[in-house]
């Protein structure tokens, strides 16, 4: 079953029995983590989402490789990995091996986009559970995945690893626009739905924002992506900060 091709057993679905032990299992680990880790140091840190990077890449390639037994090489929305999670694995490789604008870009990711994008796939696992049974590679590694990405915006900001503020914005945006870009490209070339940015992605909360924006639907979600990811975040972490200092004066 843990390898089997899509079709051959029944699929979790989600807001089943296996989504939900999925999601415990998942919240668990990520507590576990961040309660052992939240004190490290920043090289403690750096080591930490650069091992977690290697190991979200190895995954990935063997995804990567999974997909590409039962589809079609021009089917790539199965193995090319151009969606706002996949960032992740961009943005990981920034922070952990790059300097500069280009690190901090991956900081800024990691420091605040990654948890959303990790906490609404663990909610609504749409690429991998409505196909794969709960105990399955690739039902395992989206959870492991999203996980990844929760836990490391937890640890990113619990440990001051950055000193997050306004401008952080800019190397956000950028990252998230030149993925957006090119999954755009691709899209237009294969007439896929990466970032899901070119198309209607039924039953899910894009297909309202679809129906009411019309032609703006592409531009829009993509400014979305590039600016809502980001605050939501900054504003809990001033908020908190906030709150702290109220707390020791």
Same mark, same amino acid.
């Given at each position: 079953m843990?390898?089997? $091709?899509?079709?051959? &057993?029944?699929?979790?679905?989600?807001?089943?029995?296996?989504?939900?032990?999925? /999601?415990?299992?998942?919240?668990?680990?990520?507590?576990?983590?961040?309660?052992?880790?939240?004190?490290?140091? !920043?090289?403690? /840190?750096?080591?930490?989402?650069?091992?977690?990077?290697?190991a979200v890449w190895i995954l990935e390639f063997a995804k990567i490789s999974f997909n590409l037994q039962y589809f079609k090489i021009y089917n790539v929305k199965e193995w090319i990995p151009l969606y706002y999670c996949s960032i992740?694995?961009?943005?990981?490789?920034? #922070?952990?091996?790059? !300097?500069g604008p280009f690190k901090r870009a991956g900081d800024a990711f990691l420091a605040t +986009? #990654?948890?959303? +994008? +990790?906490l609404v796939f663990i909610f609504m696992p749409t690429t991998s559970l409505p196909t794969y049974p709960a105990f399955h590679f690739i039902s395992f590694h989206s959870f492991f995945f999203h996980g990844t990405m929760v836990y490391l915006t937890l640890l990113v900001n619990s440990t001051n690893y950055i000193e997050l503020n306004r401008k952080d914005i800019i190397y956000f945006a950028t990252?998230?626009?030149?993925?957006?870009?090119?999954?755009?490209?691709?899209?237009? $070339?294969?007439?896929s739905n990466l970032m899901f940015i070119s198309k209607?992605?039924? $039953?899910? =909360?894009?297909? =309202?924002? &679809?129906?009411?924006? +019309?032609?703006?639907?592409? =531009?829009?979600?993509?400014?979305?992506?590039? /600016?809502?990811?980001? &605050?939501i975040p900054y504003f809990c972490i001033w908020?908190?900060?906030?709150?702290?200092?109220?707390? $020791?004066a």
């Open positions: 843990f390898f089997a $091709r899509a079709g051959v &057993y029944e699929a979790c679905g989600i807001f089943s029995i296996g989504h939900l032990v999925l /999601v415990l299992v998942t919240f668990f680990c990520v507590c576990l983590a961040w309660k052992k880790s939240k004190n490290k140091s !920043k090289d403690e /840190v750096l080591r930490i989402i650069r091992w977690l990077t290697v992740l694995l961009y943005a990981g490789f920034l #922070s952990s091996f790059t !300097k +986009g #990654s948890i959303v +994008g +990790g990252l998230v626009g030149v993925v957006c870009l090119a999954a755009l490209y691709v899209n237009n $070339r294969f007439h209607n992605f039924p $039953r899910t =909360p894009i297909e =309202p924002v &679809y129906n009411f924006t +019309g032609k703006l639907f592409t =531009p829009l979600m993509i400014v979305g992506q590039m /600016v809502v990811p980001f &605050y908020l908190f900060s906030k709150n702290d200092k109220k707390k $020791r």
